[in-house]
């Protein structure tokens, strides 16, 4: 891919092919992060900053605390990158940045960041789409590439990919109600449990019964999914109790084993119908242990599987300097703007 510098138009080669350093920025939602990439696979600096402890009290992420704190974290996270790689910002080739989705306040912070230096040092910027950043951290320290099929799970998103190329990436089907995350986040709050509620659940989940109770799986056809009605299910089933002790381990238990068999079953049916033999998982919620497991038990049927080292699962900036080298769908105008929702 040939771009261009802001300030003086100079060219410059990124991509597959071309020895360059990326310095990328995430801020999407309640994370400041900063990486320094080599070729889109070497991670020289990788630095976040949490907000993880400030929302907690909240049950949840607020928005206005959130871009409060990038901006006080932005600085002092990007110095940090520079410093653990041991590299000047004149060496870096481009400057990258999420553009979204994501909340807006949180995404400008970043985004403007990334663009004031590659405007200072005049060097090519790229703006980056976070769910194709989640995807490029199975690049990172990996010698994988398409076509596969990827099944990204977050958050706010719930997607099976088929990722025929870097510049060719078709939405075979995605969630038309809740992300999994999502779902993982809720169902944790109708127990009490506490915030980030998907890492707990996940947690209590392993001294359960996943055979306890029969949870509905959600009927919609081809590759979408739904978990809305199996929330439901699940605050039935707690108000079943009716102030009895809940078994709290079996809940969690059977209602990971309803996502996760959920998810592989659209997955398994991805890879029959493309033939690949090839599948990734991808996003926060792929940090998830039964979702992991159920996933690489697809190498039983001859299938590559690929999962991202548990750091480049959550939000980070390493992901998003390897998908700048990547990825050839990026925003790279100066005028790009920050969105918060999906842009096919």
Same mark, same amino acid.
């Given at each position: 891919?040939?771009?261009?510098?802001?300030?003086?138009?100079?060219?410059?080669?990124?991509?597959?092919?071309?020895?360059?350093?990326?310095?990328?920025?995430?801020?999407?939602?309640?994370?400041?992060?900063? !990486?320094?990439?080599?070729n889109?696979?070497?991670?020289?600096?990788?630095?976040?900053?949490s907000?993880?402890?400030?929302?907690?009290?909240?049950?949840?992420?607020?928005?206005?605390?959130?871009?409060?704190?990038?901006?006080?974290?932005?600085?002092?996270?990007?110095?940090?990158?520079?410093?653990?790689?041991?590299?000047?910002?004149?060496?870096? /080739?481009?400057f990258?940045?999420?553009?979204?989705?994501?909340?807006?306040?949180?995404?400008?912070?970043?985004?403007?960041?990334?663009?004031?230096?590659?405007?200072?040092?005049?060097?090519?910027?790229?703006?980056?789409?976070?769910?194709?950043?989640?995807?490029?951290?199975?690049?990172?320290?990996? /010698?994988?590439?398409?076509p596969?099929i !990827?099944?990204?799970?977050?958050?706010?998103?719930?997607?099976?990919?088929?990722? +025929?190329?870097?510049? /060719?990436?078709?939405?075979?089907?995605?969630?038309?109600?809740?992300?999994?995350?999502?779902?993982? /986040? +809720?169902?944790?709050?109708?127990?009490?449990?506490?915030?980030?509620?998907?890492?707990?659940?996940?947690?209590?989940?392993?001294?359960?019964?996943?055979?306890?109770?029969?949870?509905?799986?959600?009927?919609?056809?081809?590759?979408?999914?739904?978990?809305?009605?199996?929330?439901?299910?699940?605050?039935?089933?707690?108000?079943?109790?009716?102030?009895?002790?809940?078994?709290?381990?079996?809940?969690?238990?059977?209602?990971?084993?309803?996502?996760?068999?959920?998810?592989?079953?659209?997955?398994?049916?991805?890879?029959?119908?493309?033939?690949?033999?090839?599948?990734?998982?991808?996003?926060?919620?792929?940090?998830?242990?039964?979702?992991?497991?159920?996933?690489?038990?697809?190498?039983?049927?001859?299938?590559?599987?690929?999962?991202?080292?548990?750091?480049?699962?959550?939000?980070? !900036?390493?992901?998003?300097?390897?998908?700048a080298?990547?990825?050839?769908k990026?925003?790279?105008?100066?005028?790009?703007?920050?969105?918060?929702?999906? +842009?096919?």
């Amino acid at each position: 891919m040939i771009k261009k510098s802001l300030f003086t138009g100079k060219e410059v080669q990124i991509g597959e092919g071309a020895d360059n350093l990326i310095m990328a920025i995430e801020s999407s939602c309640d994370e400041t992060a900063c !990486a320094i990439v080599k070729n889109g696979r070497e991670v020289l600096s990788n630095v976040v900053a949490s907000q993880i402890k400030t929302h907690a009290k909240y049950g949840g992420v607020i928005p206005e605390i959130a871009a409060r704190e990038h901006l006080e974290s932005i600085n002092p996270v990007i110095m940090e990158a520079f410093e653990q790689a041991n590299i000047k910002p004149e060496q870096i /080739d481009a400057f990258a940045g999420t553009a979204g989705p994501g909340l807006v306040g949180c995404l400008l912070v970043g985004l403007n960041a990334a663009k004031t230096m590659a405007l200072i040092y005049d060097k090519a910027f790229i703006g980056i789409n976070h769910l194709y950043g989640h995807i490029s951290g199975n690049y990172i320290n990996t /010698d994988i590439e398409p076509p596969f099929i !990827a099944l990204l799970v977050s958050g706010g998103h719930t997607q099976i990919l088929n990722v +025929k190329s870097n510049s /060719d990436i078709e939405i075979m089907g995605e969630t038309i109600d809740d992300a999994v995350g999502e779902a993982y /986040d +809720k169902v944790a709050r109708l127990m009490g449990l506490a915030y980030p509620g998907g890492a707990t659940l996940d947690k209590l989940a392993k001294e359960g019964n996943p055979k306890a109770f029969k949870l509905p799986e959600g009927k919609v056809d081809g590759y979408n999914f739904s978990f809305s009605g199996l929330k439901t299910a699940v605050l039935r089933l707690v108000k079943s109790f009716d102030g009895k002790e809940l078994p709290i381990n079996d809940i969690c238990a059977s209602f990971q084993e309803c996502v996760s068999s959920t998810l592989i079953k659209k997955v398994k049916l991805a890879l029959k119908e493309t033939g690949y033999k090839q599948a990734v998982i991808a996003g926060g919620v792929a940090a998830n242990s039964e979702i992991r497991r159920k996933m690489f038990a697809l190498e039983n049927d001859g299938i590559r599987v690929n999962a991202p080292e548990m750091k480049y699962c959550t939000d980070n !900036a390493a992901m998003v300097a390897s998908c700048a080298y990547f990825f050839t769908k990026s925003y790279d105008d100066i005028e790009a703007e920050v969105f918060s929702r999906i +842009k096919r």
